[in-house]
């Protein structure tokens, strides 16, 4: 049974950082594209950041580039996420995901498996 565990979430302050962590039982890890998406309330799931399997291509939404990083674990089945200069706007359920699509297409939303979210909440 595939599952995708998700970790870090939080009740921040606009500026301050979050390293969000997903530890997938999938197998074999590499044989999928990983990332992360998010929800806010009231809003439309969106996508955030996606790694291909090497972790050669990265994809981010543009609101987050420059203050996110993922990067994957093989050894470990982890992807993380690095979020930096948090603001309240980031305000949302993440949710850890695994596809075996291309990355451009996961980064669409072709996922095949989602966590179950962690909130992460910046106040101003």
């Known amino acids: 049974q595939v599952q995708l565990v998700e970790s870090g979430g939080g009740l921040v302050q606009a500026g301050d950082s979050l390293r969000l962590s997903c530890a997938a039982s999938?197998?074999?890890?590499?044989?999928?594209?990983m990332g992360w998406f998010r929800q806010a309330p009231g809003k439309e799931r969106e996508s955030v950041a996606a790694?291909?399997?090497?972790?050669?291509?990265?994809y981010y939404t543009d609101s987050v580039k420059g203050r996110f990083t993922i990067s994957r674990d093989g050894a470990k089945s982890t992807v993380t996420l690095e979020m930096n200069s948090l603001r309240p706007e980031d305000t949302a359920a993440y949710y850890c995901?695994?596809?075996?699509?291309?990355?451009?297409?996961?980064?669409?939303?072709?996922?095949?498996?989602w966590g179950k979210g962690t909130l992460v909440t910046v106040s101003s």
């Open positions: 995901a695994a596809g075996t699509s291309d990355t451009r297409s996961f980064y669409g939303g072709r996922v095949d498996y």
């Open positions: 999938i197998r074999p890890f590499s044989n999928y594209v």
């Open positions: 790694i291909s399997r090497t972790g050669e291509n990265i």
